[in-house]
């Protein structure tokens, strides 16, 4: 065989190994409940991943260790075998590479068959292991039938020997420090919580995650007003709201804590979705009525760049609507407390401009076809409707995800 053939192949072999030692690396975290980018980047990619299947599965850990485990293992010991051959060839490292890339992959044909008939899908991470084997089978194969006879059966070289104990230990050691740091960084419970509580929550969190990523770019505009955060954000969040609903008063309570616990990575943007029929042409009966004029009080109070101290007062009050009727003296007193002055206040308030504004915001919710409030988006993708108390950890989720990027 000629040398460059020669290298080629054992070339192969080790970039299988090491394609085959990344991945089951990364399979040991996830599969220890510890996620990682490139495992919810592949695994999470669609709903048809069968990861989390293979990882609860009874071949997905052996003597209580991880499957995955003992295939970074194996992809090490393979690894190390070859450098072998590289530093010298000797018959017998060449057929253990060979008999023991033919198991491997045996057993890979093995899990690949048990995936698609008993868990109903393919687990992502695992079929590109199962690459990696192939790669390795194939170099194996091909050095074993071309080049056998250029091996030494005899000959034992100390450095080459010195180099695959080296490579195999530090592999050793390594599978098992993954495996301890995942365990280490698999979800804790909190305080009054139980462990399977805290996975059960980690696990809708991942698949509200899956839901927003997979949902498409709506294009919605940036508004002048009513924003508040990063001006440079890694996170949008958008809020399409109605002054006189209280689940918005608590989404706008999460989404400010949300934001000034991360000042520097993320922006809120307010928009009007008032469900009241004097601005609102998607409602066909009276509902929220004097919604539309708070909205409008609002973008009075950004006229002199209080928004949100407006925003504020009137989402205070928003009790004492739902006993009272909105009328313009009890806006025009909100105002005065938000630190407002009056008479450009209620110059503003007359304008037919303002509620021009207003509409806007309605015509583009309209357009999203927004059926309730709050409805939240998230870098101009629509949040699912989620509980209120998992809305901070997904969008914490998200902002780890994107910072990535």
């Known amino acids: 065989m000629e040398k460059r053939s020669f290298k080629f192949l054992l070339l192969l072999i080790l970039v299988g190994a090491l394609i085959g030692l990344f991945f089951s690396a990364v399979l040991i975290y996830e599969h220890n409940g510890a996620e990682t980018s490139i495992g919810s980047a592949v695994c999470d990619a669609s709903h048809t991943s069968s990861c989390q299947k293979a990882a609860t599965s009874s071949v997905g850990s052996i003597f209580g260790y991880p499957l ?19 530093i010298s060839l000797h018959e017998t490292v060449m057929r253990l590479v060979f008999w023991g890339s033919i ?50 059966s005899d000959k034992l070289s100390i450095p080459a020997a010195s180099a695959f104990a080296v490579v195999f230990l530090v592999t050793l050691f390594m599978g098992f420090y993954f495996n301890s740091s995942a365990l280490s960084a698999q979800v804790k419970p909190k305080e009054g919580e139980t462990q399977k509580e805290a996975e059960l929550k980690a696990q809708l969190l991942s698949e509200f995650y899956k839901q927003w990523k997979a949902a498409e770019k709506v294009g919605l505009d940036t508004p002048r007003t009513g924003t508040k955060g990063a001006s440079k954000a890694i996170l949008t969040v958008v809020e399409f709201a109605d002054p006189l609903c209280p689940h918005c008063k608590s989404m706008g309570i999460v989404l400010d804590s949300f934001m000034k616990a991360n000042a520097d990575k993320v922006r809120v943007i307010y928009r009007h979705y008032p469900l009241d029929i004097q601005c609102n042409n998607a409602m066909r009966q009276a509902f929220h009525v004097g919604a539309c004029d708070l909205a409008r009080a609002m973008e009075c109070g950004a006229a002199q760049d209080k928004f949100w101290p407006v925003h504020d007062a009137i989402f205070q009050e928003q009790e004492n609507f739902f006993r009272n009727p909105v009328t313009d003296k009890a806006i025009e007193n909100i105002s005065v407390r938000a630190g407002v002055q009056t008479a450009p206040f209620v110059q503003c308030f007359k304008s037919q401009s303002t509620l021009g504004k207003v509409k806007n915001d309605v015509a583009m919710g309209n357009k999203l076809k927004i059926t309730g409030t709050p409805t939240v988006l998230v870098n101009d993708k629509r949040l699912p409707s989620i509980p209120l108390e998992y809305v901070s950890g997904v969008l914490e989720k998200i902002l780890i995800e994107e910072s990535k990027r």
């Open 68 to 86: 995955a485990l003992y295939g970074f293992i194996f992809y090490g010991g393979i690894f190390a075998l070859a450098i072998f051959l590289f």
């Open 103 to 152: 198991a491997a992959f045996a057993f890979d044909v093995f899990l690949f068959l048990y995936s698609i008939s008993i868990l109903g899908g393919v687990c992502r991470l695992c079929a590109i292991t199962y690459i990696a084997s192939a790669l390795i089978v194939f170099g194996a194969f091909t050095l074993q039938r071309k080049g056998v006879d250029t091996m030494k």
